[in-house]
């Protein structure tokens, strides 16, 4: 049969197979030595990605005027094997000067301690104390008895003098580059309020120290800015130069994050620099963000998440304020959120999108059914992290009757949460009660004045 011979439709339908048949073949994934074991779930990441979004609201329905709502954002990452987990050889370098008095310090001995608990007995830990000069626990590996006491020691840990910061890096690295430490995933955390005073001062000096490090010895720089007022972007020029992570640590309610983002840095990840966007209503305004720290500008919310591991979720929670009008029932919204990461299994980069949205419904708004009981207990859970480690802190810069105050007055909220769903917030009661013993039993050190202080700067 001669071209000109086949009928026209017959060559339509021939051309369309062939190409539907090619392009098949061409979005047919290609899955990685790697992955052929759970090759299902990696598909699952290929075809949506490897971190899913979702959202609750409670309450759900709501009344006219204003009115307290919270949202409870969730992420949740596939399960699959993270991948070999090397020993690691880790130095925390903790800056203790007078500049990170009271709940500085408080925060910064939170998250070590949070690192320590978490390394295994085949890694190592050094821990480098920053004052006028660094105060140096040599590295040595993860026994239980070197663990016991390098927990006392960061612990007891006093505020006082100068900041060296960048002496206590270089005795850092110093620790993580002998011999005994080569065979070692090598990284250092540094905690600081990034406001050194002594040796090298600026961004690139001290980022210049990570990049040697990293260049020369393999060793992974990270970086947690401690405190509302520290300087971040100093910090993560560090981490920047380091190939390391930089946190945000404006208190105690979040320190993990830090011990599973140095757990994260050895192994297969879901997700890489993930991100969270919410732009809120125009009648909606933000109390406070729970879980995580935010950047907040005009109504629009910056989230920080970071990487995630497998089988990972990070709930966060919003507690708006809304301000309703009318009585026609009809859907409010509250917030539009987006979640950006770059896929650690696909390395595709996603977007995930939502609606927050609760209804307007004057006679549904008053009884239990107005709430949303999964999303209550989760968000009063956050609550009480976030306001204990408040009180805590307040407690550790010497103000008890304050600290006292907060935990009584969300003690109050957690009971005005109860008055419909008892049992559903009878576990963040039990959280409060527990940290509220944990905070006044404490022994805390006399804060030591900073003789660097802004007071004493006007007075001289």
């Known amino acids: 049969m001669h071209r000109h011979d086949i009928p ?11 190409l539907s048949s090619g392009l098949a073949l061409a979005e047919e994934p290609f899955v990685p030595d790697w992955a052929e074991g759970w090759k299902q779930t990696f598909l ?4 949506n990605g490897s971190v899913q979004l979702s959202g609750k609201v409670t309450p759900q329905y709501l009344g006219t005027g204003k009115q307290e709502v919270f949202a409870v954002l969730e992420l949740r990452s596939l399960d699959f094997p993270p991948g070999e987990h090397p020993p690691a050889s880790v130095a925390l370098v903790i800056d203790r000067s007078a500049s990170t008095a009271g709940r500085r310090l408080l925060i910064a001995r939170k998250a070590a301690l949070s690192v320590i608990d978490r390394l295994r ?21 993860m026994t239980a008895e070197n663990r016991e006491k390098m927990r006392g020691y960061v612990s007891k840990l006093l505020a006082e003098g100068r900041s060296d910061l960048s002496a206590g890096i270089e005795a850092a690295i110093n620790q993580l580059s002998a011999p005994s430490e080569s065979n070692l995933y090598r990284q250092v955390i540094v905690f600081s309020d990034g406001r050194p005073t002594d040796g090298m001062v600026d961004q690139d000096g001290l980022a210049q120290l990570a990049r040697e490090a990293r260049e020369s010895h393999s060793i992974h720089m990270n970086t947690a800015a401690v405190g509302d007022d520290a300087d971040f972007e100093l910090m993560a020029g560090i981490a920047k130069q380091g190939w390391g992570f930089a946190a945000r640590l404006h208190d105690s ?10 757990q994260l840095d050895q192994v297969r990840r879901a997700a890489n620099s993930a991100e969270l966007r919410v732009k809120l209503a125009p009648t909606v305004t933000l109390v406070s963000v729970l879980g995580l720290d935010a950047a907040v500008q005009g109504n629009t919310l910056t989230i920080p998440v970071g990487e995630l591991g497998p089988k990972e979720v990070i709930p966060i929670a919003l507690h708006l304020s809304t301000d309703n009008v009318g009585k026609q029932v009809r859907p409010i919204p ?27 419904n004057p006679p549904k708004s008053k009884g239990r059914e107005a709430l949303n009981l999964e999303a209550l207990g989760a968000a009063a859970l956050a609550y009480v992290d976030e ?14 009757l304050s600290a006292m105050e907060i935990l009584d007055q969300t003690r109050d909220k957690l ?18 009660n527990k940290r509220s013993k944990e ?16 007071k004493k700067k006007k007075k001289r």
């Open 334 to 360: 509250l917030a539009e959120v987006e979640l950006k990461y770059e896929d650690g299994l696909t390395e595709k980069h996603q977007r995930k999108n939502l609606t927050l949205q609760a209804e307007l």
């Open 8 to 18: 026209r439709g017959s060559a339509v339908l021939l051309l369309a197979t062939l």
């Open 415 to 432: 009971k005005r949460m109860a008055t419909l769903a008892r049992a559903d917030v009878a576990s963040a009661m039990v959280l409060l």
């Open 387 to 400: 306001h204990a480690a408040r009180a805590d802190e307040t407690a550790e810069d010497g103000d008890q």
């Open 439 to 454: 905070i006044f039993a404490q022994k805390r050190p006399k804060p030591k004045p900073d003789p660097f202080s802004d």
């Open 44 to 47: 699952k990441a290929y075809e």
């Open 121 to 141: 007995e085949q890694d190592h830990l050094a821990v480098v104390a920053v004052s006028d000069r660094p105060d140096v626990l040599p590295v040595v590996p």
């Open 253 to 262: 309610s979040s320190v993990e994050r830090v011990a599973a983002r140095q």
